[in-house]
Structures are given as structure tokens and as C-alpha cells.
């Protein structure tokens, strides 16, 4: 193996790792329950990504920023950018969902697979 | 040097403490627990020890009913009465409708007073049986409580199968199920003393730091007990809280000391007995209803029967919160509940020949 495929995989494990590394800290040195940090780091990556910071990041880690929650809210934000060029005012309410579509829609099958069959107990 | 009782309530000495003149004996006890706490430092000692979580059942909440029903059965078995012999059964749970306890009491036909007390629920229901059992109401009562890990985390934080990460404040709520036979006559450790706790909330608002919440509870239902009894610290072999842990330990450890009692190596807790914290990851230790009645039903019963205790005050702590509540940012009112539990016979002197070890005496 050369440098050059080895390179992504390391830049997608530094910028993946130091993300969730940043989450753990936040749960771990403040009193918020899991699901607050999750929002958070869908906001914060919507946020970045509309400073022009998260772009980079997902330039230099490629899946290592866009798997990570953050990596979501970019992508939420740079939906709706596109579709409201696209098709104007509209694209406030339709971009995001359209760009997220994947995403998605794999969660909520997959939710679905799993409850059809798992039986949950608790 | 105990105190006597107040005009027109004999029995009642100081502001909060009961006393039971006849002495109502623990004739048995049982217990039932899951696999972690088997592996536990004290899982020999326990009746009936569980290789999996769930026993068959089909929910948590059903699982946790069977602990309890296994309790109740080794004790009634290990003294050879029936449940036909109770004349009650005071029972309580962590679960909404304390479903644990009354699902159980479905199989006992056994009259049924149900408790919610939290954690506490333990000498809770030790105190109102000897009560019932003094004022002749009852020859023998059953007392008992159960917590289930998966059930109690279901409703009180995740659903198990989300896997949340735990806090290291946060503590492992004890699989298990403790019961004991309180009655009239027979023979083994008796209940002197109950201590019932007023609600005391300092404003602790984190479901997982519980043992910081309880710790105050605890230090005011002991130090209102020795100052009802006149009871000396010297007059405990054991002070044991129910699960303030490794963080309400140490908190309730200070507390005491700044009060003036010195308790001198003779206070512990039932939540730092039931795990070896240091291999079984979880966290700051054992709680719940479970883990003051199998300690006591099984470890500190056993140290009874074998005479190397003279005297143990049971101080079972409970954090009063419901999950609504906390949601809603509520803070946490505790309570704790203490009852004097001594070995049969005039204590502290040790008398006769040891009663059967392994944690019930026979009924003579």
C-alpha cells in the first residue's frame, strides 16, 4: 500500500476522531444527557458549515466529518443553499430534507427492520 | 438507656422513633439475585442466584416480579412455613405502580399492603411489619422489595438496547430481590427499634448522582435515631446505609463526623458490599430497592446469625423522584428509613449456641 491510500483513511481517523473526542469531552465535563449533545452537534456542524469552516473539514477528513452528526447539519445547510439557488424561496423548506434524503430514509428503514425483527424489552 | 415513650403514644420515643417492646423476630430471610451481583464479593451467600437477566420472562418488569417471588418462596421454605402461615405482606418496588410487587402478590394470596418508599422500601417494610407484628396484628409478616437493572433503567433513563454511556457519579441498580419473615415468636435477630425518615431535599437535581441526594437523608435519620434511643455509637457493632455508594458514602461519612457522631469504621453501605467496584464496572456502586434487602436479607443477616454482630442499624435511603419530574428539572426529595435490627437474646452478650448459618434460622 502506497502513501497516498493510506493518507485519506489517517485524515478521515483525525478529523472523525478529534469530532467525537470533542463530544465525549462535552458529555463527560458538563451535566447534559446524550440526546442534548446529539442536537447540538447537528446544529454545530449546520453553524460551521454557513461560517465556510465545515467545508474544509470535510475536504481534508472526507467521511471522517461527513458521518459524524455534524457532518448532518452541513449537509442540511448546504441543501437548502443549493435548492434555494436552485428554486429560490422555497428550497428554505425543501433543500435539507432533499440533501439528508439518504440518510434519512436509510435510518427509517433500517428502524424498521430492526423492530420487525427484534422484540424489544425494554 | 433507651428513652421512654411520649404521653399518649408509649411506644414513640424521641421525634421519630418507634420502639417494639415485644421484640418481633426475623425468622427467615431469602433472597434472589441476577448474575452480576452472583459475581459480586457476596454472591455465595445468596439463595438463589440467576444465570441470566430475564429468567424466561418475557419483559423486565415480569422478570423482576419472579426475583421476587423467589425471595418470598426461599424464605417461607427455609423456615418450612407456607404462605398459607402470613397473615401480610408489605412489598414495594422502583417500578411505576410498584407492578413488581403487586404482580407478585397475584401468585401469594397473601394479604397485600404495597409501599413505594424508593429505595428505602426495605426497612420500610421491616418497620411496618414489626409494628403490625408488636401490636398484634399480624403473627408473621412478610417483608420485602426488588429492583431489576434493565427495568429501572428502562423507566427511569434509556431504553437498554439504546446503550447509553453511564456517568461514573451514576450507579448500577442492583438485579435483586430480598424478603423476610417478621413474626411474633421464634427464634433469631429481632427488631428493637424503627427510625421512620422525614423527606429532605437539598436541591440535587442530577438522576445520576443519587447518592449525593440521599446522603443528607441519611445522616439525619441516624443522628435523629441516636438522639430518640440515647443509643451510643458504641452500642452498633454496624451502621449500614442502603445504597448512597461511593460518592453518598464518603458524603454521608463527613456529614456524620461534623455532626459529632464518630461511628469509628463501623458504617458502611450496602451499595459499596454487593459489588468488587474495581472488576465489575459499575460506577460509583450498587442501588436500589434490591440492594439494601439482599445485603441485609443475606450478608448482614449471616453476620447476625453467626454473632459477629451484636447490634446493626439498617438505614435504607430513597430518592423520592419520578422520571416525570426530573424531566420537568425538579429537584430530589430523599428520605431514609432506619429500623435496629440485634441477634436474638440480650444483647450485646452473646449467648447459647449459634443458630443454624446460611441466612434463615428454623422456626422452633
Same mark, same amino acid.
Given at each position: 500500500?502506497? =502513501?497516498? =491510500?493510506?493518507?485519506?483513511?489517517?485524515?478521515?481517523?483525525?478529523?472523525?476522531?478529534?469530532?467525537?473526542?470533542?463530544?465525549?469531552?462535552?458529555?463527560?465535563?458538563?451535566?447534559?444527557?446524550?440526546?442534548?449533545?446529539?442536537?447540538?452537534?447537528?446544529?454545530?456542524?449546520?453553524?460551521?458549515?454557513?461560517?465556510?469552516?465545515?467545508?474544509?473539514?470535510?475536504?481534508?477528513?472526507?467521511?471522517?466529518?461527513?458521518?459524524?452528526?455534524?457532518?448532518?447539519?452541513?449537509?442540511?445547510?448546504?441543501?437548502?443553499?443549493?435548492?434555494?439557488?436552485?428554486?429560490?424561496?422555497?428550497?428554505?423548506? =425543501?433543500?435539507?430534507?432533499?440533501? =439528508?434524503?439518504?440518510?434519512?430514509?436509510?435510518?427509517?428503514?433500517?428502524?424498521?427492520?430492526?423492530?420487525?425483527?427484534?422484540?424489544?424489552?425494554? | 438507656?433507651?428513652?421512654?415513650?411520649?404521653?399518649?403514644?408509649?411506644?414513640?420515643?424521641?421525634?421519630?422513633?418507634?420502639?417494639?417492646?415485644?421484640?418481633?423476630?426475623?425468622?427467615?430471610?431469602?433472597?434472589?439475585?441476577?448474575?452480576?451481583?452472583?459475581?459480586?464479593?457476596?454472591?455465595?451467600?445468596?439463595?438463589?442466584?440467576?444465570?441470566?437477566?430475564?429468567?424466561?420472562?418475557?419483559?423486565?418488569?415480569?422478570?423482576?416480579?419472579?426475583?421476587?417471588?423467589?425471595?418470598?418462596?426461599?424464605?417461607?421454605?427455609?423456615?418450612?412455613?407456607?404462605?398459607?402461615?402470613?397473615?401480610?405482606?408489605?412489598?414495594?418496588?422502583?417500578?411505576?405502580?410498584?407492578?413488581?410487587?403487586?404482580?407478585?402478590?397475584?401468585?401469594?394470596?397473601?394479604?397485600?399492603?404495597?409501599?413505594?418508599?424508593?429505595?428505602?422500601?426495605?426497612?420500610?417494610?421491616?418497620?411496618?411489619?414489626?409494628?403490625?407484628?408488636?401490636?398484634?396484628?399480624?403473627?408473621?409478616?412478610?417483608?420485602?422489595?426488588?429492583?431489576?437493572?434493565?427495568?429501572?433503567?428502562?423507566?427511569? !433513563?434509556?431504553?437498554? %438496547?439504546?446503550?447509553?454511556? !453511564?456517568?461514573?457519579?451514576?450507579?448500577?441498580?442492583?438485579?435483586?430481590?430480598?424478603? /423476610?419473615?417478621?413474626?411474633?415468636?421464634?427464634?433469631?435477630?429481632?427488631?428493637?427499634?424503627?427510625?421512620?425518615?422525614?423527606?429532605?431535599?437539598?436541591?440535587?437535581?442530577?438522576?445520576?448522582?443519587?447518592?449525593?441526594?440521599? /446522603?443528607?437523608?441519611?445522616?439525619?435519620?441516624?443522628?435523629?435515631?441516636?438522639?430518640?434511643?440515647?443509643?451510643?455509637?458504641?452500642?452498633?457493632?454496624?451502621?449500614?446505609?442502603?445504597?448512597? /455508594? %461511593?460518592?453518598?458514602?464518603?458524603?454521608?461519612?463527613?456529614?456524620?463526623?461534623?455532626?459529632?457522631?464518630?461511628?469509628?469504621?463501623?458504617?458502611?453501605?450496602?451499595?459499596?458490599?454487593?459489588?468488587?467496584?474495581?472488576?465489575?464496572?459499575?460506577?460509583?456502586?450498587?442501588?436500589?430497592?434490591?440492594?439494601?434487602?439482599?445485603?441485609?436479607?443475606?450478608?448482614?443477616?449471616?453476620?447476625?446469625?453467626?454473632?459477629?454482630?451484636?447490634?446493626?442499624?439498617?438505614?435504607?435511603?430513597?430518592?423520592?423522584?419520578?422520571?416525570?419530574?426530573?424531566?420537568?428539572?425538579?429537584?430530589?426529595?430523599?428520605?431514609?428509613?432506619?429500623?435496629?435490627? %440485634?441477634?436474638?437474646?440480650?444483647?450485646?452478650?452473646?449467648?447459647?449456641?449459634?443458630?443454624?448459618?446460611?441466612?434463615?434460622?428454623?422456626?422452633?
Amino acid at each position: 500500500m502506497t =502513501t497516498a =491510500t493510506v493518507l485519506p483513511f489517517l485524515q478521515a481517523f483525525l478529523v472523525g476522531g478529534l469530532i467525537c473526542v470533542a463530544a465525549q469531552l462535552f458529555l463527560d465535563l458538563t451535566r447534559v444527557n446524550p440526546a442534548y449533545v446529539m442536537v447540538l452537534f447537528v446544529c454545530l456542524g449546520a453553524v460551521l458549515s454557513g461560517l465556510g469552516l465545515y467545508g474544509p473539514l470535510v475536504e481534508a477528513g472526507g467521511a471522517g466529518a461527513t458521518v459524524p452528526l455534524p457532518g448532518f447539519g452541513h449537509s442540511l445547510y448546504q441543501g437548502i443553499i443549493q435548492d434555494v439557488t436552485e428554486n429560490g424561496l422555497s428550497g428554505l423548506l =425543501t433543500g435539507g430534507l432533499k440533501a =439528508t434524503a439518504l440518510g434519512v430514509t436509510a435510518a427509517v428503514l433500517s428502524g424498521l427492520v430492526i423492530a420487525a425483527v427484534f422484540n424489544p424489552k425494554g | 438507656m433507651t428513652a421512654t415513650g411520649k404521653p399518649g403514644a408509649r411506644n414513640r420515643v424521641g421525634r421519630q422513633t418507634l420502639r417494639f417492646p415485644s421484640r418481633p423476630v426475623i425468622i427467615s430471610t431469602g433472597t434472589a439475585v441476577g448474575p452480576r451481583e452472583g459475581q459480586g464479593p457476596l454472591g455465595t451467600g445468596f439463595d438463589v442466584v440467576k444465570k441470566d437477566t430475564l429468567f424466561g420472562e418475557k419483559s423486565w418488569e415480569h422478570a423482576e416480579s419472579h426475583l421476587l417471588l423467589e425471595a418470598a418462596g426461599a424464605a417461607v421454605r427455609k423456615c418450612g412455613l407456607t404462605y398459607a402461615d402470613l397473615d401480610l405482606m408489605f412489598a414495594g418496588d422502583l417500578l411505576n405502580q410498584i407492578v413488581a410487587s403487586s404482580f407478585a402478590a397475584r401468585e401469594l394470596d397473601v394479604p397485600f399492603v404495597g409501599l413505594y418508599a424508593a429505595c428505602s422500601t426495605m426497612a420500610e417494610s421491616l418497620a411496618l411489619s414489626a409494628l403490625f407484628v408488636d401490636a398484634g396484628y399480624a403473627a408473621r409478616a412478610l417483608a420485602c422489595s426488588s429492583s431489576h437493572h434493565d427495568s429501572a433503567e428502562r423507566q427511569y !433513563r434509556y431504553p437498554t %438496547e439504546f446503550g447509553a454511556q !453511564r456517568a461514573p457519579t451514576s450507579q448500577w441498580t442492583v438485579t435483586g430481590a430480598g424478603a /423476610a419473615i417478621v413474626a411474633a415468636v421464634g427464634d433469631g435477630p429481632v427488631i428493637t427499634h424503627a427510625t421512620l425518615g422525614r423527606v429532605l431535599d437539598f436541591g440535587i437535581k442530577d438522576p445520576n448522582d443519587m447518592g449525593s441526594a440521599m /446522603a443528607p437523608a441519611a445522616v439525619q435519620t441516624i443522628l435523629q435515631h441516636f438522639q430518640d434511643t440515647g443509643f451510643g455509637p458504641r452500642d452498633y457493632d454496624l451502621v449500614a446505609t442502603g445504597d448512597l /455508594a %461511593e460518592v453518598g458514602q464518603s458524603i454521608a461519612a463527613l456529614l456524620l463526623k461534623e455532626a459529632g457522631l464518630d461511628l469509628a469504621g463501623r458504617y458502611t453501605d450496602c451499595g459499596l458490599l454487593i459489588y468488587d467496584r474495581s472488576n465489575q464496572d459499575v460506577q460509583a456502586g450498587g442501588s436500589g430497592c434490591g440492594c439494601s434487602a439482599v445485603v441485609f436479607c443475606a450478608h448482614l443477616m449471616r453476620r447476625l446469625l453467626n454473632r459477629e454482630l451484636g447490634r446493626l442499624l439498617l438505614v435504607s435511603t430513597g430518592a423520592l423522584l419520578s422520571p416525570t419530574t426530573y424531566q420537568q428539572g425538579d429537584s430530589i426529595p430523599c428520605i431514609a428509613h432506619a429500623v435496629t435490627v %440485634e441477634r436474638a437474646g440480650p444483647a450485646p452478650s452473646p449467648r447459647g449456641p449459634c443458630p443454624a448459618a446460611g441466612g434463615g434460622a428454623m422456626l422452633r
